[in-house]
């Protein structure tokens, strides 16, 4: 159990190192007027969905590497934030383009899904 355990807590810390952690100081800088499209995980510590996501994210990560900023808002540090876009479900995945936006997704999804709506992003 200590191994499973201290594997755990590498893989959080893992996470942590791959991805840009936004708050209320900087959503609009990373966000809004980035040049780039980004998505946004509206997520929690607390949620499992959050923890199984993750992985997905990662790999989304280093595959749109350049083209698309992959971040995570957590909403229990970031209140405003996530009820300004009034979302009722977390994870929620918030796709923005040009500083608006322009699609979501609520919940746990498929990998191909998520690639396909960040393919749309590009256009």
């Known amino acids: 159990m200590l191994v499973v355990m201290a594997s755990s807590r590498r893989n959080q810390s893992r996470e942590n190192e791959m991805q840009t952690i936004v708050v209320e100081a900087n959503f609009r800088k990373e966000v809004l007027e980035n040049p780039e499209p980004v998505l946004v995980e509206f997520g929690a510590d607390?949620?499992?969905?959050?923890?199984?996501?993750?992985?997905i994210?990662?790999?989304?990560?280093?595959?749109?590497?350049?083209?698309?900023?992959?971040?995570?808002?957590?909403?229990?540090?970031?209140?405003?934030?996530?009820?300004?876009?009034?979302?009722?479900?977390?994870?929620?995945?918030?796709?923005?383009?040009?500083?608006?936006?322009?699609?979501?997704?609520?919940?746990?999804?498929?990998?191909?899904i998520i690639a396909n709506k960040l393919r749309a992003l590009l256009r």
Request: aromatic share 10%.
């Open 46 to 55: 607390w949620c499992g969905a959050s923890h199984m996501l993750a992985p």
């Open 57 to 112: 994210l990662m790999q989304l990560r280093e595959e749109f590497d350049g083209q698309i900023k992959i971040v995570r808002l957590d909403i229990d540090a970031c209140p405003r934030v996530a009820e300004e876009y009034g979302f009722q479900e977390v994870p929620t995945l918030a796709f923005f383009k040009n500083g608006q936006m322009v699609d979501q997704i609520s919940g746990v999804a498929p990998r191909l």
